[in-house]
């Protein structure tokens, strides 16, 4: 069992950043690939990024790519979001997710999840 907890969410204008951190309540971190998924209202839960157990190699799609970086601290047992020229569409809960395997954009493939963090961007 894994417990995840996000924080850092809140209110930015446009154009501003934001941190996003998730720390986790297991020994053994280092052997989950972690994701980054957001929902926004009335839509369905969408891959933001993702990576390795190792924190060696990323992922992201198209819309986050270049503006999000994700991290992870091993030894602190937590995963990092960083988000940088926010846009109003970035407006989701944010949610923290791990799996045994390998990474993954797919959601139904992570084992266990945080209870999000909300994140605005006003325009």
């Known amino acids: 069992q894994v417990q995840l907890a996000e924080s850092g969410g809140g209110l930015v204008q446009a154009g501003g950043s934001l941190r996003l951190s998730c720390a986790a309540s297991t020994r053994t971190f280092s052997n989950y690939a972690m994701g980054w998924f957001r929902q926004a209202p009335g839509k369905a839960r969408e891959f933001v990024a993702t990576?390795?157990?190792?924190?060696?190699?990323?992922a992201y799609p198209d819309s986050v790519k270049g503006r999000f970086t994700i991290s992870r601290d091993n030894a602190k047992n937590t995963v990092y979001l960083q988000m940088n020229a926010l846009k109003p569409e970035d407006t989701a809960v944010y949610y923290c997710?791990?799996?045994?395997?390998?990474?993954?954009?797919?959601?139904?493939?992570?084992?266990?999840w945080g209870q999000g963090t909300q994140v605005t961007v006003s325009s």
């Open positions: 997710a791990s799996r045994s395997y390998g990474t993954s954009s797919v959601a139904s493939l992570y084992d266990y």
């Open positions: 990576i390795t157990k190792d924190g060696a190699s990323a």
